[in-house]
Every structure is written in structure tokens, then in C-alpha cells.
């Protein structure tokens, strides 16, 4: 973020972090001539992943997401809205979205594996970020998370029910190193037929600045079960980071699943840019 579909939830802390690195430079001021307020900055990311997994079955799902963020920050608050583009193939268990909700697809092996495309659910968070210089160098971000049910769930784009979640990122730099720890929670809604369960979240891992230009970003990533039918997901992530100016990042990522819980492995890019 960041965060394989199942935890791209848990790459929000890495993708968020390299978010922040794209804007950080970015005036505190709007621009003369700027629609928006003063001290607000206007952000924005597209990107795509692709990832394959069997979820526990004899046939692979191939999940490819197209990624659109919006965001707004103001000092230490920031604002955000996302729709991913999706199209799902195969007849995996359970497959997610770029938020990590989950998306139930088919239970019946009897069912021909088929193709579904469209728009994804409306995801909006709020996070607001605690400065080192308040807690003896270390950053503390709180963030919260809904999920409104705008994709068709009929066309199983979507569970149909709105989902709920927070979660805390605690980090301190020692140089080019910024180890970091994120903790999550996700209340799910519960789908007529279907039993899923809340589901807690762990991220640990570092960022590296390389140079004024380049940062990686490596992680271990936990989530625990969805459903009787998917066991827990966890898995391995690692990113580079072109940061060219105080407004533009490119970032090439990839996931290696370690359980059947998460896609055997995934690869996607993010281009975030800082409008004012």
C-alpha cells in the first residue's frame, strides 16, 4: 500500500508508507489559482496486480486488479477513496479485493470455471499519523476503513454487505532502515448462505532507503481465516521504489504465498503522483 488480493489489506502499511514518500515533499500551502483549501494536498495512484492460487482447490484463480486511489492530507490526517477494476478467473474458494474484503466465488466443483469482470466495492479510509517528535522517534499511524457494497454482488464482484476495520502501524527510522509493525482488525458483513469470520492481521517488515531515489520494502504478512473453507494466509512482500520528485513514485511489487490462505504469487505496479 502493500498490501497477493487476500493482503494487499496488510501492503497498505508498505504501500502507504511509499504513498507518504510520494508526497512528502509536497507544498503544506495549495498553489496559487488551486480549488483546493490551504494546507490540503490532492494525491492520486493507479496501478495493477495480477495473482494465481489455487485457494485450497484442484484448478488455479487468476485474479488481475486495476488500482485507482484518490487521497487528500492535511498536516498529520489523511484521507483516501479506491475502486479496483476486477477480473477474476478461475474457481478458487474465496478471492479478494484491493482492500482486502473478501469476494466468495463458487464452492461447487461441479460448476465449469468462468471469467467475471467489473468494477469493485467503494473503499474509504481515514488515518492520522502521531509525528516521531512526539513519542521519542517513534511514528504511530491509526487508520480506519469501510466498505461500501457498490459492486454487483449477483455477478460475484461482492459479498453485497458493508465491512468495517482499523488498524495501528508503529514504525521508527535508525538511519536508512524503517522497521515497522502493523496490527488490523476487519468486521465483516455477513452474506445470506455464507460464514465468514472477522479476521485480525500482522505485517512486520522494513523499508530500506537505498539512495535519495530508491527504497525497498520487504514484509511478512499474517492474516488469519475468512471461512471454514480457506485456512489462514500468510505470505512474503517485497517492493522497489523509483521516488524521481517530491510528487512522483513508481513501484514495481511481489508477493510468494507461504499457505493456500493467499495466492502462490503476484506482481503489480503503482504510480502515485502529487497534484499540487
Request: hydrophobic share 40%; with cysteine.
Amino acid at each position: 500500500m502493500h498490501r497477493s488480493i487476500a493482503h494487499l489489506a496488510r501492503m497498505s502499511c508498505p504501500l502507504t508508507v511509499l504513498a507518504l514518500l510520494a508526497m512528502s515533499g509536497v507544498s503544506a500551502q495549495a498553489s496559487e489559482g488551486s480549488l483546493l483549501p490551504d494546507g490540503w494536498q490532492l494525491g492520486g495512484t493507479l496501478g495493477m496486480t495480477d495473482t494465481n492460487g489455487d485457494y485450497g482447490t484442484a484448478l488455479n484463480t487468476n485474479v488481475l486488479l486495476g488500482l485507482t486511489t484518490l487521497s487528500m492530507a492535511n498536516g498529520n490526517f489523511k484521507f483516501s477513496a479506491s475502486v479496483p477494476y476486477m477480473r477474476i478467473s478461475g474457481r478458487g474458494l474465496v478471492v479478494f479485493d484491493a482492500s482486502g474484503n473478501p469476494i466468495i466465488i463458487n464452492r461447487r466443483l461441479s460448476v465449469a470455471p468462468d471469467v467475471r469482470t467489473g468494477w469493485g466495492d467503494l473503499n474509504l479510509s481515514a488515518s492520522y499519523t502521531i509525528p516521531p517528535a512526539v513519542l521519542s522517534g517513534f511514528e504511530v499511524r491509526v487508520s480506519g476503513v469501510v466498505k461500501a457494497p457498490t459492486a454487483a454482488a449477483r455477478r460475484r464482484l461482492s459479498t453485497g454487505e458493508a465491512d468495517y476495520g482499523a488498524s495501528i502501524d508503529v514504525s521508527r527510522q535508525f538511519g536508512a532502515w524503517t522497521p515497522f509493525v502493523t496490527v488490523g482488525y476487519l468486521d465483516q458483513g455477513q452474506p445470506r448462505g455464507y460464514t465468514l469470520y472477522n479476521t485480525t492481521s500482522v505485517s512486520a517488515g522494513t523499508s530500506l532507503e537505498i539512495n535519495d531515489q530508491l527504497v525497498a520494502v520487504a514484509s511478512y504478512d499474517f492474516d488469519s481465516a475468512d471461512t471454514p473453507l480457506v485456512e489462514a494466509g500468510q505470505e512474503l512482500f517485497g517492493s522497489l521504489s523509483w521516488v524521481r520528485d517530491d510528487r512522483f513514485t513508481l513501484t514495481g511489487y511481489t508477493t510468494v504465498g507461504l499457505t493456500s490462505g493467499s495466492p502462490s504469487v503476484g506482481v503489480g505496479f503503482l504510480v502515485s503522483y502529487g497534484f499540487n
